[in-house]
């Protein structure tokens, strides 16, 4: 009997101590960097669907290793968060402990999995040594202009007690507390100019190899608009708008400025404060989902004058007005405009119809909003252009009275990186009531968390005396340390890089061994991060590229997305379901070779994919075949119909997990196991032995050295495909043999079907093609008895003269 633990922890152990996935700068191999995104280390440890996204990786990290690429392959913890603050807050432990705990438990599990990591790279993002740097760079950003600070309205989730990102905010309610409403707040918040990079940003993502699915989520997320700006004089002060439709100017019947606009106040009449006090207090403006809501507003009791009529326009306050987006005020043209149009019609405003359709008439009495391009009319000499026309002159008009321009907005905003939260990198700046805001000097980094604080309401920084109480760094007077930690995705912008030089103390990494290993060749992870984690890493490695840190332009040039493990039940695999298959216990029972093996053979990976204990009776039966075969199989001469299948194979296996085609290597290479015979030679046993190891790690490193081998298989060469050893006669001859096997199949339908009784199939084949049938593999496959004629010989059994039918490659039938 197999014993898979004893030969899991035997290889384990000895990949260990060897230290055979650590590697070095080496200027003569070629590297190969492949990273699958850190995980959070979560209290409950790793499930089934966690193994899955690591097999993934390191079925890929050891078959780029085996092709002779010098392979980084590190793995590390996303170890700062609300989750682990909460956490430990509910088992009423420190943080620290907790999340050190729950990381020992991941690297446990993981080193089970036999996952090919270096683990000398290891990193956690909440070792002062690491976050250390993200205060450096918090330093650099600030001393480039690429930091700035800002009184603003946040979201705020009286559960998590801190500001949300507006990431965070799924229809108006918290991303993680699902039933509780997000409320809007102005605080002093720092924000990332983010924006400074938007068009790099977005011309880039064209040169990026990853999803045509997330490449498009990135653009739209990065959103360039092209437009015009154009100025309404309110009380005599400059308003700016912005319009991606001025051709539409003429049809403006009112204005609607966002609710949460920092100007607000300043156009709200006496007369009509307590309307707009009221509604602001009713509105509750969620960004994300504006398209959502119902459209609603108030008469602020101000009025702008129209740049080309002069005429007076009403403004409203709006909900569905974004206020960091364009300038956070919109001219509202309800005939042409659906938001527009359904605010007109709540509050029986205007219609005015400016653009008309060239192919069917649209009167002012419309059902909807005509958004199309047509020619202007009620536009005064504007009249009669076509929009793009008008789009242009219109422009030009406003141009030359200084009352506009054109100009390009961009939907990313900057980011947004204070957290009134203790669990994350304390933000290095000291507030003094003389000197303002200061920069901590860099050689007194890092500062340090506290340990030992008092959880209650809000954050713990903000009432810990030794922490708050500090010596300004400029005048050495009293001062207080800002108490906001930074946002957990400022901590995972750059952990790609940190791997590359993970224990650097002088510097956040050595730019020489970024340059050798950056960028990552192949990222690996899941599509729920399409936009935020992916642009914010994508802004740092463009941002730290102009700090003269780096050399490359982007962080990832591949990106691969797996699919979802679902448990038997059908739902995707997760704790809360409680449909979870633990990775201790499959490995007890078949072996975690066995998991692995049945994690990527059912589908292609990125789709999702069903846990079936089926399934994995299958591999695990597959594996100890290939053990017996192993051990009972003569050790000679390899046959050539083996070794053009093997070559043949080879090839196929090659194209196929380079493109994580993993489902189909292993039906390729059981289709080879399959035509494998009694006497092999040693060197293609090792082919066969080596296209299986990237699988399953283990049992193949044990075989390779039960059949004499003294190195690691882990570490050997992948086998090179010998073109002239492939023999296009033994492939169609494999394609007759399986053909004939669904005839004789149909034929013994048919026979069902009619009743009629038959106990042997005898087959009927030219001569020259007698050695093509094995009658041993024909009634295995069949399950009845075969017998095989060749049609010359006198002696054969055939009653119905059915021989006389057999063809090249296509043999006779009769079943009796
Ligand atoms: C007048 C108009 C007339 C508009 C028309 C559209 C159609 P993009 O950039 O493509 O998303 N807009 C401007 N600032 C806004 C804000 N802060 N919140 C919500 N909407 C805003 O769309 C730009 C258009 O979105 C602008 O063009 C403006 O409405 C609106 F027939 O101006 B338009
Ligand atoms: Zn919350
Ligand atoms: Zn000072």
Same mark, same amino acid.
């Given at each position: ?151 603003? +309205? ?9 500001? #949300? ?49 997330? &490449? ?66 009713? +509105?509750?403006?969620? &960004? ?109 008009? #406003? ?315 882990? #570490? ?11 023999? &296009? ?88």
């Amino acid at each position: 009997m197999l014993d898979f633990n004893k030969i899991e922890k035997k290889w384990q152990k000895a990949w260990e101590q060897k230290k055979i996935f650590e590697v070095k700068e080496n200027n003569k191999k070629k590297k190969f960097y492949v990273l699958e995104m850190f995980p959070y280390p979560s209290g409950s440890g790793l499930h089934m669907g966690h193994a899955f996204n690591y097999t993934i990786g390191d079925v890929y990290a050891r078959f780029k290793r085996m092709n002779n690429f010098n392979v980084l392959y590190p793995m590390g913890y996303d170890s700062f968060g609300l989750p682990a603050e909460n956490a430990a807050i509910e088992a009423k432990e420190d943080p620290k402990k907790y999340t050190e705990k729950s990381i020992n438990n991941f690297i446990k599990q993981q080193k089970e999995l036999g996952l090919s990591y270096d683990w000398s790279r290891l990193l956690m993002t909440h070792d002062p040594e690491y976050y250390k740097w993200n205060q450096y760079f918090f330093l650099k950003f600030l001393e480039n202009d690429l930091l700035y600070k800002k009184k603003s +309205s946040v979201n705020f989730c009286s559960k998590c007690d801190t500001v #949300l990102a507006n990431e965070q905010v799924h229809n108006g309610k918290c991303w993680r507390h699902k039933d509780t409403d997000v409320k809007i707040k102005q605080l002093d918040q720092w924000f990332i100019k983010t924006t400074k990079y938007a068009d790099e940003l977005l011309k880039d993502v064209g040169k990026l190899e990853w999803p045509e699915r997330i &490449k498009l989520m990135q653009e739209n997320w990065i959103g360039k608009s092209h437009g015009t700006d154009i100025i309404f004089k309110i009380n005599n002060e400059d308003w700016h708008v912005f319009t991606t439709r001025v051709d539409t100017l003429f049809g403006v019947t009112f204005m609607v400025v966002s609710s949460q606009h920092p100007k607000l106040q300043d156009i709200i009449t006496k007369e009509q404060r307590k309307e707009v006090d009221k509604f602001l207090k009713r +509105s509750m403006s969620m &960004k994300e989902d504006i398209e959502l809501l119902e459209k609603e507003g108030v008469f602020t009791g101000s009025y702008a004058i129209h740049p080309l009529t002069n005429e007076k326009i009403s403004i409203y306050a709006g909900n569905f007005v974004i206020a960091e987006y364009g300038s956070g005020m919109v001219m509202a043209v309800p005939a042409h405009d659906q938001r527009d149009f359904e605010f007109a019609k709540k509050y029986k405003l205007t219609i005015k119809l400016v653009i008309q359709s060239k192919d069917k008439k649209i009167n002012e009495n419309m059902k909807e909003s005509f958004v199309d391009y047509g020619y202007l009319i009620n536009s005064d000499k504007f009249d009669k252009l076509s929009s793009e026309e008008a789009k242009e002159k219109i422009t030009k008009e #406003l141009e030359k009275n200084k009352l506009g321009k054109s100009s390009i907005n961009f939907k990313l905003r900057d980011w947004l990186v204070s957290r009134q939260r203790y669990w994350g990198t304390p933000i290095p700046i000291v507030y003094c009531d003389d000197c303002g805001i200061v920069p901590i000097k860099e050689k007194d980094l890092p500062i340090k968390l506290p340990e030992k604080v008092k959880f209650g309401k809000g954050n713990p920084l903000a009432t810990n005396k030794s922490f708050l109480e500090v010596k300004c760094p400029k005048c050495n007077k009293k001062a207080k340390r800002e108490t906001d930690t930074m946002d957990t995705f400022f901590d995972s912008s750059w952990y790609y890089l940190r791997y590359c030089d993970n224990k650097n103390n002088k510097n956040p990494f050595d730019t020489k061994k970024i340059d050798y290993w950056m960028s990552v060749d192949q990222y690996i992870g899941g599509a729920e991060h399409a936009c935020m984690h992916l642009i914010y890493a994508r802004f740092f490695t463009k941002a730290l590229r102009d700090l003269k840190l780096l050399k490359v332009n982007e962080p990832f040039t591949k990106l691969f997305n797996q699919g979802m493990l679902h448990g038997e039940d059908g739902f995707v695999m997760s704790k809360s379901r409680g449909n979870v298959v633990l990775p201790e216990t499959v490995s007890k029972k078949y072996g975690i070779d066995t998991a692995r093996l049945f994690l990527v053979s059912s589908s292609y990976p990125d789709k999702d994919m069903e846990w079936s204990s089926k399934g994995v009776e299958g591999s695990l039966r597959f594996i100890r075949r290939v053990v017996d075969y192993v051990s009972s199989v003569k050790i000679s001469k390899t046959s050539k119909k083996v070794e053009s299948k093997l070559n043949k194979t080879i090839e196929e296996v090659t194209k196929n997990i380079e493109n994580f085609g993993y489902n189909f290597a292993i039906i390729k290479i059981r289709e080879l196991f399959d035509s494998l015979e009694k006497e092999i030679n040693k060197k293609d046993l090792e082919k066969f032995l080596k296209l299986m190891h990237p699988f399953c790690p283990h049992i193949t490193e044990e075989l390779w050295e039960k059949i004499g081998n003294k190195n690691f298989i882990s #570490l050997d060469e992948w086998p090179k495909v010998d073109k002239s050893k492939i023999n &296009k006669k033994f492939e169609e001859a494999e394609k007759a043999f399986d053909s004939l096997i669904s005839d004789i199949v149909n034929v013994m339908n048919i026979m069902k079907d009619k009743n009629k009784k038959f106990e042997k199939i005898y087959v009927y084949v030219l001569p020259k093609e007698t050695e093509n049938y094995n009658v041993e593999e024909l009634t295995k496959r069949i399950n009845k008895e075969v017998i095989v004629y060749s049609v010359s010989d006198k002696k054969k059994y055939d009653p119905e003269n059915k021989s006389k039918r057999a063809k090249f490659n296509k043999p006779a039938i009769y079943l009796e």
